[in-house]
C-alpha cells in the first residue's frame, strides 16, 4: 500500500512530516480535508489496485471526530496509523505471502481476535467481498471486513443484555441494527 509523497511546507508541532507531506499530495482540493475520493486516490492494495469506495467511507468514519464526512490532518494520523496496524496483521497472516488473504487464514485470524465462527460463515463472507473470484480477500476488503465484524458485534452485544449469545428482536430493530452500525 502506498501513497505519494510530494508535499509542501513543514509539519505543525506533533504531526509526523512524512505523513504531513501525504496528507498535502491527498489533499486535492486544499481544502484542509480529506473526502472519501481523495482518500481513494491516493491508497493501494499489495496488487497497486485502489482501496473501493466502501472502505474509504468506513475508514473515513471511523476518524471524522466532527462528522463532516472528511477527515483533517490530525485525523489522517489516526488513520494512517490504523492502517499500518492492520497492515501488519494482514502481512502476517497471510502465510502464503500473495498478497491476499484466503478462507483459512481470514478464519485463523478471525479466531485469534476472539470470534468463534464457522468455516461457512468464513466462506460466507470471502463470497461476498471477492469482486475477482479469487476466493481470496484484498487488504482493503479484509479493512471492511474487520470493521463491519467489530461493529455488528458490539451492537449485537448491547442486545445481548445477559451475555448469552442470543437476542431477541423484530425485524425493524434488525434493520437499524444493519443499516445504522456506524464503524
Known sequence: MALSTTGWGAAPAGIDPQ????????????SGQINTVELQAALRNNNSSQFSPETCRLMI??????NSGTIDLNEFQSLWNYIQQWKQCFDRYDMDRSGNIEAGELHKVLTDMGYRLSPQFVNTVIYRFDTVYRRSLKFDDFITVSVMLKNYTEAFRARDVQQTGNVQ???????CLVFGCKP
Open 19 to 30: 505523513i504531513y507531506n501525504w496528507f498535502v499530495a491527498v489533499d486535492q482540493d486544499r
Open 61 to 66: 468514519g471511523m476518524f471524522d471526530r466532527d
Open 169 to 175: 428482536f423484530n425485524y425493524d430493530d434488525f434493520l
